[in-house]
């Protein structure tokens, strides 16, 4: 399975991983543990010249490289890029959280404002649901 998790307050998503116990945290525990891949959803501004960037560090990499593949054939002219400007490396970072503490891959897929409007939300969450599910049919 899959587990989607949205991040919330950027000041309290700073705070170590391995540290929190807040209501967020036990809803990532009580979700991990089945699931084959965890994504951790972001928005980041336009001024990176992105449309989107899939962070997985170097323990997701092979994953992030697949995802980014299909993002590409789904979205053609779609500018991604893997781990620059967000790898979702630190220590702050879920996606770095659930690969050092269980065996899901994990990627954070930053998404930038244009694609986040009233008219763009529901494909761009459409375009992300089509990528997971490709990949996932691909790992059976």
């Known amino acids: 399975g899959v587990a989607i998790v949205q991040g919330g307050d950027g000041v309290q998503l700073r705070s170590d991983w391995t ?3 807040d209501e967020l945290a036990r809803q990532v525990a009580d979700r991990v543990g ?55 490396s630190g220590p702050h970072a879920l996606r770095s959280f659930v690969s050092r503490t269980s065996r899901s891959s994990a990627i954070q897929i930053e998404i930038t404002r244009s694609l986040r409007t009233v008219d763009t939300a529901i494909p ?8 997971v599910s490709l990949w996932l049919g691909q790992q059976k």
Do not use: W
């Open 19 to 21: 540290m929190r116990r």
């Open 34 to 88: 089945d699931c084959r891949l965890v994504v951790d959803i972001h928005g980041m501004a336009d001024r990176h010249q992105l449309d989107l960037c899939i962070g997985a560090g170097q323990a997701d990499q092979a994953v992030g490289q697949e995802l980014v593949g299909y993002f590409r054939s789904l979205a053609k002219g779609i500018r991604i890029d893997l781990n620059s400007p967000f790898s979702g």
């Open 124 to 131: 761009t969450a459409h375009l992300v649901s089509q990528v």
